[in-house]
């Protein structure tokens, strides 16, 4: 690690769930660490050239929404119409200025619209064909609806609908679960060489949800948040239950008001979602550079750069 | 106030923001003040009658949504389209249920529909088309364009649409202001006869804004909390500094994890958003009937009953 790398910590996720061991083949599981590994280390190379955190979580972002076997940009879930809608969020811990969108069936990345709306628009969060008219206007990438809807994705959905299910983008269904069935919202959170914040999570939701159903990860607060005197976080699991928690900034509130360190903040945030029944998992980055990357679910993709500068792979509790 | 009403609280806005005296006829005050008069004692009525807290909002909310001079329902202000697009959010605080709907165009009462997610789907957010498909669905009340379009408000709209501006609600265009582009989002906060505690807004958002654009009024956190153990918030103001500020989950915050008292909770909580430059305000009831009516704008449209069991109607610091 250089000099300049010694505020730098970089954190990324995958989704959070059931991740059944036998389900998932050794040849999947070497995919997900490899593209783990990959982003994460290109976030960490960006981080120590200087990158500001921003730009970081927004580039690897990108990177997890083109990784096909998350669910986020190409590769998304489908809804109960078969079509991909899609939300992601953005947070500068600078500033907290914030941006997002919800619902949006267009942007090839939907992380860079949501930047866009934050430096380019008044407004925090735009839906629907508003958001897809936006990334029009700014002359950002936009892509047909079969870029988004992977083979393994449209089969995913054929088998939700036929049990007349909702699934989370990362659970078993409970007929003929595959692995494919339970990768998840990505997410990253990083701090920089200057010690800002900044955080962003992009999702295609749940498989078969309602048209128009928007889960916690285009909420700031919900999803997402960072600010540089607290924070950065970024939520994956059962969205309804994490905005009914206000999860995001419920660690930022635990560790602000109530002087709890990043660990027990997180822990206590999870906690609330569990009261409600919910699960899943965050990542988070406190402004002292600890990393906490906490779930109640079976497992969570994850890769992360702490301290030592070592680059770390993670799907279940223990590796 | 009859032994079943010791418990009960009641608290509705209209909106918080820039109120010139100059430019609101004695007339038009009169109307607001009536409104607020007449709603705020249905709900009393109601809450003394054995309503629970989440009847009493959405009722209230309701005969908000109803009256033309609020920015909700049936008057709600136009987007640069020319369209009404309507956001609202209700929570229970018994279980920290929650439901909402955001840039939905038909329902005669978006606070009802936000409801209807609630309590009939397995999400707490629809957006656009698939929030009204939704209304179709449950068969709730949908009414045309024109409903909600009054002459008022198109006239509001083609002024700030020929200044090229978006405004808020409540805030006066810069150039030829009238008292009609200054009320706002409309909300409603209770404590029932059991101690339960409930909150409810909904609005038509700003003036001209972008389609799509969502702000914190549909968002759990943002601009509606409620949970048995500490306050139930509604709030009304430039959204995108609410959002910014996960305003009503931090005034919850600020009383459990730092043991503010309400008063304290909600100067706190708006300051935060002063800090980003934002105005507007919030009515909250705690869990032991304090109500606090705060606000950084000039006015905020408001009424309430307190532990006395007297009605209250304000519009300005003083009255």
């Known amino acids: 690690m250089t000099n300049l790398g010694w505020l730098c910590r970089i954190a990324i996720h995958g989704g959070a769930g059931v991740i059944d061991r036998a389900s998932l083949t050794a040849e999947r599981e070497a995919q997900f660490r490899a593209a783990l590994a990959r982003i994460a280390q290109a976030a960490w190379t960006r981080l120590l050239a200087g ?36 939300d992601a969020s953005i947070m500068d811990g600078r500033t907290r200025a914030a941006g997002a969108v919800a619902a949006a069936q267009t942007p090839t990345h939907p992380i860079s619209l949501a930047r866009a709306v934050m430096e380019h628009s008044e407004h925090v969060l735009l839906v629907g064909a508003g958001a897809d008219r ?45 692995a494919s069935d339970k990768t998840g919202t990505v997410g990253a959170v990083a701090r920089d060489a200057h010690g800002h914040l900044a955080a962003a999570t992009s999702t295609g939701g749940m498989t078969n949800k309602r048209p128009g159903r928007v889960g916690d990860t285009p909420l700031i607060g919900a999803g997402t948040w960072a600010e540089d005197q607290s924070c950065a976080v970024s939520a994956t699991g059962h969205g309804e239950f994490f905005m009914r928690s206000a999860l995001a900034y419920d660690v930022h509130a635990r560790m602000v008001y109530g002087n709890h360190d990043l660990h027990e903040a997180c822990a206590g945030a999870l906690g609330r979602v569990a009261e409600l029944g919910g ?14 990357l906490s779930f109640n679910s079976e497992g969570m993709y994850r890769a992360w750069v702490d301290a030592d500068g070592l680059l770390r792979v993670a799907i279940y509790t223990e590796s």
């Open 51 to 86: 990158a500001s955190a921003l730009d970081v979580v927004e580039a690897a972002v990108r990177d997890l929404e083109d990784f096909p076997l998350f669910n986020a940009g190409h590769g998304a879930v489908l809804n109960a119409d078969g079509s991909a809608e899609m």
């Open 134 to 178: 936006f990334a029009q206007e700014r002359g950002l990438p936009q892509s047909p609806p079969a870029y988004f809807i992977t083979d393994e994705r449209a089969a995913q959905h054929m088998r939700a609908a036929s049990l007349g299910r909702i699934t989370l983008d990362h659970d078993a269904l409970y007929n003929g679960p595959s």
């Open 279 to 292: 699960s899943g998992g965050l990542i988070a980055i406190d402004k002292d550079g600890h990393i906490a």
